[in-house]
């Protein structure tokens, strides 16, 4: 079956504008997560998903939101870029059962870069 | 806020040989840990997980160790082959009832395989 899809791959953008960048999670997986990662900071947990209800969220600025469709496809948002910004933004897939972590797939990610 | 870290950002390994990769992690209620690889280019991958009950388990090639009273976390690689040349993150989890926390990562450790 088909893996994580995000798009698009890449993205540029200047300060200051805002940016939505989309994940389609495995079929049948009805939780999405979202990670930003970053040389300096690493990987960390921006928010997950599940049935169309934001359950938990990371400690990020509220210039990143996020959302999920009924069909389980997630978009995430960030408003007023800023340089810092800049990192590979992953989605992950779960099937929601379980504890978090579990059969979690992530997708290629979308480097965002920040001029 | 509590994280999880590894002690060194770079391994270097003979082909063939045994490769062990280690993780610290701080929070002693985590109740699920998982090991993940990420080559270049690509989302990180799924390659095992433990339970807090457990001390050890195993997968092909790879086994992953728990000590609980030190708060660490370990991976074993057996017979390494070039196609283990990646990056590797530790992530712990705490399912926490009602909520659901994000996987909380590593910094990675880059394991370089020697010919």
């Known amino acids: 079956k088909a893996g994580v899809t995000q798009t698009p791959r890449y993205l540029i953008k200047t300060r200051g504008q805002q940016v939505t960048l989309s994940c389609s999670p495995i079929s049948g997986h009805r939780s999405v997560s979202w990670y930003q990662q970053t040389p300096g900071q690493g990987l960390q947990f921006l928010f997950e998903y599940f049935s169309e209800t934001q359950r938990n969220k990371g400690n990020f600025p509220g210039r990143f939101s996020g959302r999920q469709f009924s069909n389980s496809r997630s978009e995430m948002n960030v408003s007023t870029l800023e340089l810092g910004d800049s990192a590979l933004y992953l989605c992950a897939s779960n099937s929601g059962r379980g504890p978090r972590g579990t059969e979690a797939f992530f997708g290629q990610g979308t480097r965002l870069t920040v001029v | 806020g509590e994280s999880v870290g590894l002690h060194l950002p770079t391994l270097s390994v003979q082909e063939g040989d045994n490769s062990i990769i280690n993780c610290a992690y701080s929070?002693?209620?985590?109740?699920?840990f998982i090991w993940y690889k990420q080559e270049s280019g690509k989302g990180p991958q799924f390659i095992i997980d433990?339970?807090?009950?457990?001390d050890k388990r195993q997968g092909q090639r790879v086994t992953v160790l728990l000590n609980k009273t030190v708060k660490h976390l370990s991976l074993q690689i057996a017979a390494t082959q070039p196609g283990d040349s990646a990056v590797y993150f530790c992530a712990e989890n705490m399912y926490s009832g009602g909520g659901a926390d994000g996987l909380t990562f590593g910094k990675g450790t880059h394991l370089i395989i020697q010919p």
């Open positions: 929070n002693s209620a985590s109740d699920y």
């Open positions: 433990i339970r807090s009950n457990m």
